[in-house]
């Protein structure tokens, strides 16, 4: 009696859950990590539970390996088939461990022996944000432009594109996120007045089957028929040209080294675009599309479905390359597909993804740089006070790197909450004469950082992306330059750039386990189920990108606009850091 | 007649053809491309010397270590996005150059072959880019941000933001690596 009970019970749990199970961030898991976000929504969760609140602390340290690299490691490590795939910064090393043997040793090394000299057109450290497994390969991007497709069993090249040229300045920092047999990447250099593009390749051969600029006419766009923007503002022919003064659109940014997301029941990718080139606003009259920009896409063509600029005309360098994490959410009564897309500008942006519509925009993090989102126009309403050009303009909040630069945020199911990584900065800025010159910088503008309100440089907070509010938040002394994962034991990992690896309660933000590994860490934490069934955690330490520049880089920090003005938010990092990257794995005794 | 018209005329031409040749002649004669492989190649890159020590060929920066010359580097330093890649000296893509230890060597003829020539990891190769009278104006620039002029020749002030004391986080100042 008391069995059948439980059982209607359970079945009656089920139901109440069934309408659950269809939502996108319900997303299956078989306990691997294929792809930076986890999965195409980019949840970064993961329903593994024996590593939970209550046995976290706990955690020790099962096995570590070195990369011999001392530049900023950014990347994701990937498990899939009882094998982890760990990129390198430059020069791009693609490591497979072997971890069904004890220590999990190196089963293959593959080198793609990018140019040197694309160290010099790396804006922002020479990072990789990781590889994208599919279909028994492994995809990702090397510095000096180019995809290459490696045999996740031999580590043997299958095919290797190059796309672009350092030359005009162009670099690849992004992972790719393969979608119906298309290899999705672009590029990086909005520093160095490049032409952003997002590209499509064919996952068997490499050949190039689309590449959708951000700037220029409808047709390098790929908007055609179908594009159907939600507001007026984005509507009209070619207005990658007429938002721009003569043909400056054609160096005028918009990269594509952004996080993509795919939703599988509407057929559409989800990115942005980078910032407009240069800096410096007054040197680019006009709105700057499509700078700035989330598009929805078709993976097989590349064709614009609709798209929504975040930051028109932007002055403060918000690219809008952040994480769109997919999810259906009850919003007053209404289910409603939505996009979760935390911006530079510092607000969290919950958009209607079937059309481009903004459904809020409210903070996630200190600004002084906009009032609000007008929600019949969508149009931002910026702080006139705060906008930039040929003078200097203090006090700015968020800084240049934004309330959240790249680290990308996690989404539980369990507290529907987003776990968003962030900064607290501010900066003042001087806009200066830009002068073009092909493979150089192009920025126009000294730019000098500082910690924000408060006095932390960093945050971690949770976000109820269905009341649009903060629910708690954690100070970090430095920017949170890492991402975040979280679990169904309720457990959420992230780690620090002064080399702390951290898990909190999710609920509460309370911390319940550190580890101080060897150098900051400004990684992607993932956890697995390893071949013996247990659960592991896993990062990558070693300090750099572009708010450990100082370290990595040795900057001179008497410069305070050294790194493009982040040196002097971070002169002290060297104090509680040093570089050199290393894998770390945990796991329960 | 006619014959007296047109030689007045040949005559004519051919003098203001010789002051505006002499012009040019005299600006190239300032450019003097011929130092870059007198000057940049014997600039040596390791102190190990086979065989024992020998004289250092001396390299003097011909446009010498004046005001006029720092402070023209200086400017073309933002000319040619320098600033771009190494920041007011403190470095972001390349390293910083307020320092005394160099990669590539920081004797003058070090520094023209690095610009001239560009270095592997990412340094671009200036040469045929820029006039070799401003890659002298721009090594005398670079010297400077070392404090490796005199300090009567450097330019006081630079034309960057001005630093505003509270904005400063932590107060490191006066280090050289």
């Known amino acids: 009696m008391h069995g059948v009970r439980t059982r209607q019970l359970r079945l009656s749990t089920l139901f109440l859950m069934a309408p659950a199970i269809a939502q996108i961030q319900n997303q299956p898991d078989d306990g691997q990590w294929p792809m930076p976000a986890k999965n195409y929504a980019s949840t970064r969760y993961s329903t593994l539970d024996q590593i939970n609140t209550g046995n976290v602390k706990n955690l020790k340290l099962a096995w570590t390996f070195s990369t011999g690299m001392t530049r900023g490691h950014e990347a994701a490590p990937l498990v899939v088939n009882n094998t982890m795939y760990i990129v390198t910064p430059f020069p791009n090393v693609l490591y497979a461990l072997d971890l069904t043997k004890p220590g999990a040793p190196v089963k293959w090394e593959y080198q793609p022996h990018p140019s040197p000299a694309s160290q010099g057109v790396a804006c922002c450290d020479v990072v990789n944000r990781g590889a994208a497994y599919y279909n028994g390969r492994v995809y990702y991007n090397t510095l000096d432009v180019h995809t290459v497709a490696v045999d996740a069993n031999t580590g043997k090249e299958v095919w290797n594109t190059k796309l672009g040229d350092i030359n005009l300045g162009e670099s690849m920092t992004m992972a790719p996120l393969v979608v119906k047999g298309k290899v999705i990447v672009g590029n990086s250099g909005g520093e160095f007045g490049v032409r952003g593009w997002l590209a499509g390749l064919d996952a068997d051969t490499g050949t190039i089957a689309w590449r959708a600029y951000a700037t220029g006419p409808d047709k390098d766009v790929l908007i055609g028929p179908n594009f159907k923007p939600f507001y007026e503002s984005e509507r009209g022919k070619d207005l990658g040209v007429k938002s721009w003064q003569g043909d400056t659109w054609k160096i005028g940014g918009g990269p594509g080294w952004s996080w993509i997301s795919y939703d599988p029941g509407l057929d559409l990718i989800y990115y942005g675009t980078g910032n407009p080139g240069p800096w410096n606003p007054d040197m680019r009259p006009g709105d700057n599309k499509w700078a700035c920009t989330l598009f929805a896409r078709r993976p097989e063509t590349g064709e614009a479905i609709w798209a929504y600029q975040l930051n028109p005309h932007d002055v403060h360098d918000y690219d809008g390359i952040n994480e769109n994490i997919l999810l259906d959410l009850n919003i007053k009564g209404q289910t409603r597909k939505v996009l979760a897309h935390p911006d530079r500008n510092g607000r969290m942006y919950i958009m209607d993804r079937t059309n481009g519509q903004v459904i809020t925009a409210e903070p996630f993090a200190f600004l002084n740089t906009s009032e609000y989102v007008d929600l019949n126009t969508g149009r931002l309403k910026v702080n006139t006070a705060k906008v930039t050009g040929f003078k200097t303009v203090r006090d700015i909040c968020p800084a240049a790197p934004g309330g959240k630069d790249w680290q990308p945020s996690s989404f539980s199911p369990k507290t529907n909450l987003i776990y968003i990584p962030h900064n607290n900065l501010c900066m003042e800025f001087q806009g200066v004469q830009a002068n073009y010159i092909a493979g150089t910088p192009y920025v126009g503008a000294n730019v000098r950082m500082y910690a924000g309100p408060g006095g932390n440089r960093g945050e971690v907070s949770a976000y109820d992306p269905v009341n649009a509010k903060t629910v708690w938040a954690v100070k970090e002394d430095f920017p949170a330059w890492s991402g975040t994962v979280v679990t169904a034991g309720d457990v959420l990992f992230y780690g620090t750039m002064d080399g702390w690896f951290k898990a909190l309660d999710d609920r509460s933000g309370n911390l319940l386990w550190q580890f101080k590994a060897g150098s900051g860490i400004i990684g992607q934490p993932v956890t697995y189920k390893g071949p013996d069934g247990k659960q592991y955690v896993a990062v990558l330490s070693g300090v750099g990108g572009w708010a450990g520049a100082v370290v990595a880089g040795g900057i001179n920090t008497q410069d305070g606009t050294a790194a493009l003005g982040f040196a002097n938010a971070m002169t002290d990092l060297g104090k509680h850091t040093t570089k050199g990257g290393t894998l770390y794995v945990f796991a329960l005794p | ?177």
């Open chain 2, 1 to 177: 007649m006619r014959k007296l018209a047109a030689a007045g005329i040949a005559v004519l031409a051919l003098i203001s053809w010789t002051l505006t040749s002499c012009q040019r002649e005299k600006r190239e004669l300032r450019a003097a491309p011929v130092r870059r492989a007198i000057y940049g190649d014997a600039a040596r890159q390791s102190e190990l010397q086979p065989g024992g020590p020998q004289t250092e060929p001396q390299v003097t920066n011909p446009d010498h270590a004046n005001a006029w010359s720092i402070s023209e580097g200086q400017r073309l330093f933002e000319w040619y996005n320098c600033v771009g890649c190494h920041s007011h000296g403190g470095g972001g893509i390349g390293p910083p150059l307020i320092k005394k230890h160099w990669i590539y060597g920081g004797q003058p003829a070090n520094l023209f072959d690095t610009i001239v020539k560009g270095r592997p990891n990412g340094m671009p190769a200036w040469g045929g880019r820029i006039p070799e009278y401003q890659v002298w104006q721009i090594v005398a620039y670079v010297r400077s941000l070392a404090g490796e002029q005199p300090f009567a020749a450097t330019p006081v002030r630079t034309d960057e933001l001005e630093q505003k004391p509270t904005t400063i986080h932590n107060k490191v100042q006066g280090e050289t690596r």
